[in-house]
């Protein structure tokens, strides 16, 4: 007999997310890390709108946002002179802002989640090794110095760029290294006209990001291109003499909390999957830390996976739906890669020409309503879709296609069910036997609810099925579709 359901190894945003969510549907989780401690410091510090919106679920979207600074727009210089702003306003969601929650607060608010649900992060235990079979998972772990057993039905490796489980499983990381050299410290600034924008600079070879947070400001600079700062460490004095270089602002950086200098990976696994094992977040893909992409992303696979696990687990749905997660997930890693790998090459590489180029995008093609909406839209992660999607089913109705995100939900949390959106005037009769109800929760719009009917396209008829994901799977007017729909998923 299995000591738990699913097993996940990490601990940090990633494999918090996925035991919090697990948690919500009611699935027994068991969840390692091999280091001792939490994280402490601020590392990953952008909360996405998306994000925000897929934590309502759990109940956690207004913990983030107390613990985040809310950057409503962003300021491009150029050699200190001031060349656009991004306007945040245009991401269409609620929540039209980059929230800059340092991950220490992120893990502790998912960490006290867990812990309110008796959940705790068994710490100091390092993952060797494991066995697999058709019932699950055999794993071998030392914690402080002592090797044990763990088994599980599912194991999920949330264990990052260096995953021991992704080794051990012999799936190709396959991508390329960068000469990218960022210098990063998080220190207390004052004088900085606003903590509501973000600023990035760029002046003799030097790329420099300035994100503020609630108690202090990360700060990072690209230095691989500058003959001056190329060697220079992650210090008070090094970052007040390039602020003074990069901005224009008569600004005082403290003492710093934290330092660090790194370079940059860009990979991805060949497989999310094997036998039943999953990858998510940085054990599946790594990005350049352009646009705080890469532990949204990550999340977003944890709420992906975990309800498609939960739905096989209570034998709700078969393990098919399983396979969707690689399927759907892929994509989104590729799409981030190549956006993030764009970013890199405009903002941060000090080539002649392409200096040249983006000095005129940000001057005189950026402050276009329409590249402001597609550019912060895509940062924000409310354009991800499941186009291709094998949940999906029918073609769409004026301009709302399945595998679009849910534009509007008409209750708070899903409970790891399905959503059927009935805009019918027979609804009395329509799903009066409905069989699917462990499955999926109807609700019926009402016909003066011109909120959720204008949300969706003026639909005065019809059905919009809707996953616990909070994405769409069908909307149309045919009711046997949808009946097929839940017949196919069991």
Not at 19 to 48: E, K, M, P
Request: glycine content about 6%; some cysteine.
């Amino acid at each position: 007999m299995a000591d738990t359901q699913v097993l996940i190894v990490g601990a940090g945003p990633v494999g918090l997310t996925m035991a919090a969510f697990l948690t919500h549907y009611g699935i027994a989780c068991r969840i390692i890390d091999q280091d001792a401690h939490q994280t402490l410091t601020s590392n990953a510090v952008c909360v996405h709108a998306r994000t925000l919106e897929l934590f309502e679920e759990v109940g956690l979207t207004q913990n983030l946002l107390d613990q985040g600074a809310h950057i409503k727009n962003a300021n491009f210089f150029i050699n200190k002179i001031k060349a656009a702003d991004i306007d945040f306003s245009y991401i269409a969601s609620p929540f039209p802002f980059v929230c800059d929650t340092p991950q220490s607060a992120t893990e502790t608010i998912l960490i006290e989640y867990l812990q309110k649900n008796n959940v705790f992060v068994e710490r100091d235990m390092r993952f060797i090794s494991m066995e697999t079979n058709d019932q699950g998972v055999v794993a071998q772990v030392i914690q402080a110095g002592v090797e044990k057993t763990l088994s599980a039905h599912w194991l999920i490796a949330c264990d990052g760029y260096k995953s021991t489980v992704r080794q051990f499983l012999a799936i190709p990381y396959e991508g390329a290294e960068f000469e990218y050299k960022f210098l990063m410290i998080d220190a207390p600034v004052q004088g900085l006209p606003s903590l509501e924008r973000g600023y990035f600079a760029s002046a003799d070879g030097l790329s420099f990001f300035v994100f503020p947070m609630l108690h202090s400001v990360r700060l990072i600079v690209e230095v691989s291109s500058s003959k001056e700062w190329c060697d220079a460490q992650a210090t008070q004095e090094t970052f007040m003499a390039i602020f003074k270089k990069c901005l224009p602002f008569d600004a005082t950086i403290d003492q710093p909390l934290w330092s660090s200098q790194f370079y940059v990976h860009e990979r991805r696994a060949q497989v999310y999957r094997k036998d039943r094992v999953f990858l998510a977040g940085d054990a599946a893909h790594v990005h350049i830390p352009a646009a705080g992409q890469g532990m949204n992303t990550g999340m977003q696979d944890a709420i992906n996976l975990s309800w498609k696990l939960a739905l096989v687990i209570k034998h709700q749905a078969s393990e098919a739906i399983l396979d969707s997660y690689q399927q759907e997930r892929i994509p989104i890693a590729d799409q981030v890669l190549a956006l993030t790998a764009r970013m890199a090459k405009v903002m941060i590489t000090q080539n002649k020409f392409i200096a040249y180029l983006r000095k005129l995008l940000i001057k005189y093609i950026s402050p276009y309503s329409w590249v402001q909406k597609f550019i912060v839209n895509r940062i924000a992660e409310v354009a991800v879709q499941y186009k291709n999607s094998a949940l999906n089913m029918g073609d769409g109705f004026h301009g709302i296609h399945p595998g679009m995100r849910a534009p509007l939900i008409p209750v708070q949390a899903l409970q790891g069910k399905y959503l059927i959106l009935n805009f019918s005037e027979n609804s009395a009769t329509t799903f009066s036997t409905w069989p699917y109800s462990d499955l999926a929760t109807i609700y019926t719009v009402a016909k003066d609810d011109q909120g959720l009917r204008t949300a969706y396209a003026g639909m005065e008829s019809g059905y919009c099925i809707i996953r616990p994901d909070r994405y769409i799977s069908y909307i149309g007017n045919d009711l046997q579709r949808v009946v097929g729909y839940f017949k196919r998923i069991v």
